[in-house]
C-alpha cells in the first residue's frame, strides 16, 4: 500500500492531468462567467468549495485511507464521461459538449479525492465535492427553460402584488398591463444571475450555519420562490414609481442597476429563516444532558 505522502503526490498528479485533458472546456467555462451574467456564480465555486473543504478537515479530521475502487471507478466514469462529449456521430451542440465536459472534469476531481483520501473523506467532505457541480454551466435548452420559468414566476408575483395594491391588472404570460403602462418581463429582466446567486448563497449559508439536513433542505427551497419573489417585487415597485412618482423610474438606474437592491432584501429574508431555524436546533438537548447520572 502507498504511504501518506506517496498518496499526496498523485493528487497534483492526476490533477495537472485532468487540467491538460479538460483544459480548452474549464477556459471556455470561466470565459463564459466573465462575459454572460447568467453564469456569474460559477467564479465562486472553487474557491467556496476550497474553502469549506479546508475548514471541514480541520475540525473533522476524517480518514485518510485510500479508496481505490471507488476512486477508478469515478476516475474511468470521468473518462468515458468525456469521450462521449466528443463523439461526432452524436452530433452535440458545443455548449452540451462543455457541460458534459464539465462533469467529466468535476467527476475525475472527486474521483482523485476519493482515491487518495477514501470514501470515509468524501462523505465528510460531501456538500463541498458536490457544490464543485456548479462548476457546470447550464447548457442553452436548459438555461432557456430556466429564464423561461423565471419570466413566467416574476410576472404572476408582480401580479400578485398589484392586485393585494388595488391597482387593476390584467397580464397575459411574461406582459401586465396597469393603468398608463404596459409592460413585458423580458428575458433580461428575468433576473436570472441574481437568482443563483441567491441559491448558491443559501447553500452555503445553511451548511456553515445549519447542522440537520432537512433544515439546510428547507431554506434551500425556500430560496427558489424567494427568487422568483423578489424579482416580482421589484418589477411592481418600478412599475408603481414610474406611473404615480416620475417616468423616469421606468429607465433608470433602479431599473438597470437596482437588482442588488432586491437581492438584499430576498437574502435578509433567509437570514431571518436562518435565524429561526438555528432557534430551533439549540432548543434540541442532547439526552446525555437530561440524564446526568447515566453519562
Known amino acids: 500500500m502507498l504511504t501518506l505522502s506517496k498518496r499526496h503526490l498523485i493528487l497534483p498528479f492526476l490533477c495537472a492531468i485532468s487540467l491538460v485533458i479538460w483544459w480548452r472546456p474549464l477556459a471556455a467555462t470561466f470565459r463564459l462567467a466573465l462575459e454572460r451574467e447568467e453564469y456569474t456564480h460559477i467564479l465562486l465555486v472553487l474557491p467556496v468549495s476550497v474553502a469549506l473543504m479546508a475548514q471541514e478537515w480541520r475540525t473533522r479530521k476524517p480518514s485518510s485511507e485510500p479508496s481505490v475502487r471507488l476512486g ?20 452535440l451542440p458545443a455548449d452540451e459538449q462543455r457541460s458534459l465536459a464539465m462533469v467529466a472534469l468535476v467527476t475525475w476531481w472527486i474521483g482523485t479525492f476519493a482515491l487518495v483520501f477514501g470514501s470515509k473523506s468524501c462523505r465528510s467532505l460531501i456538500f463541498p465535492l458536490g457544490f464543485l457541480f456548479w462548476l457546470v454551466p447550464f447548457p ?20 400578485l402584488l398589484f392586485a393585494a395594491a388595488g391597482v387593476p391588472v390584467t397580464r397575459d404570460g411574461a406582459m401586465l398591463s396597469i393603468p398608463g403602462l404596459t409592460l413585458e418581463v ?35 427551497a425556500v430560496a427558489v420562490p424567494l427568487s422568483v419573489a423578489k424579482n416580482g417585487l421589484r418589477i411592481f415597485t418600478i412599475a408603481m414609481l414610474g406611473t404615480r412618482v416620475d417616468r423616469g423610474f421606468l429607465t433608470g438606474n433602479l431599473h438597470h442597476h437596482g437588482g442588488v437592491v432586491f437581492f438584499l432584501i430576498a437574502l435578509a429574508g433567509v437570514f431571518l429563516l436562518l435565524w429561526a431555524l438555528r432557534r430551533t436546533e439549540g432548543q434540541i438537548v442532547p439526552v446525555r444532558a437530561l440524564d446526568p447520572v447515566r453519562s
Not at 73 to 84: D, I, P, R
Not at 140 to 159: C, E, M, R, T
Not at 196 to 213: D, G, P
Request: net charge positive; proline share 0%; glycine share 6%.
Open 140 to 159: 442553452d435548452f436548459v438555461l432557456g427553460k430556466v429564464v423561461a420559468l423565471l419570466q413566467q414566476g416574476s410576472s404572476f408575483a408582480a401580479d
Open 186 to 220: 423580458a428575458k433580461e429582466c428575468s433576473s436570472i444571475r441574481s437568482s443563483l446567486m441567491l441559491v448558491v448563497t443559501t447553500m452555503v449559508l445553511a451548511q456553515l450555519l445549519l447542522r440537520s439536513a432537512w433544515r439546510k433542505t428547507l431554506v434551500v
Open 72 to 91: 477508478m471507478f469515478l476516475l474511468t466514469l470521468s473518462v468515458l464521461l468525456g469521450l462521449f462529449a466528443r463523439v461526432r456521430v452524436l452530433g
